[in-house]
């Protein structure tokens, strides 16, 4: 019998962490190193998304600005990308949707969802969130005083202990707001075009 020609080759696990980074601070980028270098992911897409269903929209930045300033914030580090797959898609932007358009355009990928301990408790809010349990890893970083309760033992579903800074996108915008500093809150790069534009300051 002949050699055959197909070869399989392995699945590039790629994590997705979603969010609004309005602005991206270094809690973001902690997490996603983290999640890229102590897990068994290959790399971590920080997926910019233009409208999170939840959450009202009138306080978000302009799209392009905020995924500008995530690509600032990985700067060269080849284990993160700034990903802006949901500004082409539907709005609002839905988990389950992008996954399934993320599993179809690139075959050769497994997409893993990365989130904080505190969107899993209300996983059961998303759309189709049965079917995101059952297709998709996810990748839980325990927020403070977590605890687990009521929430079954999914078998995928994992839970890490990241090292986690108090600090928040709000709080960030409050500060510039009210012209104050907000150096090492934010990645240098990113410190340094906020200071020299007017985002978020009116």
């Not at 020609?5 to 392995?10: E, G, L, S």
């Not at 910019?48 to 009202?56: D, E, G, I, M, R």
């Not at 409050?174 to 012209?179: A, E, G, V, Y």
């Given at each position: 019998?002949?050699?055959s020609?197909?070869?399989?080759?392995?699945t590039m696990k790629?994590?997705?962490?979603f969010?609004?980074?309005?602005?991206?601070?270094t809690?973001h980028?902690i997490i996603?190193?983290?999640?890229?270098t102590r897990s068994?992911l290959?790399e971590?897409?920080?997926?910019?998304?233009?409208?999170?269903?939840?959450?009202?929209?009138?306080?978000?930045?302009n799209?392009?600005?905020r995924l500008?300033l995530v690509?600032?914030a990985i700067?060269?580090?080849?284990l993160?990308?700034a990903?802006d797959?949901e500004f082409s898609?539907?709005k609002?932007s839905?988990?389950?949707?992008t996954?399934?358009?993320l599993?179809?355009?690139y075959?050769?990928r497994e997409f893993?969802l990365?989130?904080?301990?505190?969107n899993?408790?209300?996983?059961?809010?998303?759309?189709n969130y049965?079917m995101?349990?059952?297709?998709?890893?996810?990748?839980?970083?325990?927020?403070?005083?977590f605890?687990?309760?009521?929430?079954?033992d999914?078998?995928?579903v994992?839970?890490?202990d990241a090292?986690?800074?108090?600090i928040?996108?709000?709080?960030?915008r409050?500060?510039?707001?009210?012209?104050l500093s907000v150096r090492?809150?934010v990645?240098?790069k990113?410190y340094?075009?906020l200071?020299g534009s007017?985002m978020?300051?009116?």
């Open positions: 019998m002949g050699r020609n197909f070869h399989i080759f392995p790629t994590g997705l962490f969010g609004s980074f309005n602005p991206v601070h809690g980028l996603a190193n983290f999640m890229a068994d290959k971590v897409w920080m997926v910019v998304s233009p409208h999170n269903p939840l959450k009202p929209k009138s306080t978000l930045a799209d392009y600005d500008h690509r600032l700067d060269d580090n080849p993160l990308k990903s797959i898609l539907p609002p839905y988990t389950i949707d996954l399934t358009y599993s179809e355009k075959p050769g893993v990365i989130m904080g301990s505190d899993i408790a209300t996983l059961h809010k998303w759309k049965e995101i349990l059952e297709k998709y890893a996810i990748y839980v970083y325990r927020r403070p005083d605890v687990k309760g009521d929430l079954p999914l078998p995928n994992h839970y890490f090292p986690l800074l108090d928040s996108a709000t709080y960030i409050t500060c510039i707001k009210d012209r090492y809150l990645p240098d990113v340094e075009y200071e007017t978020y300051r009116k």
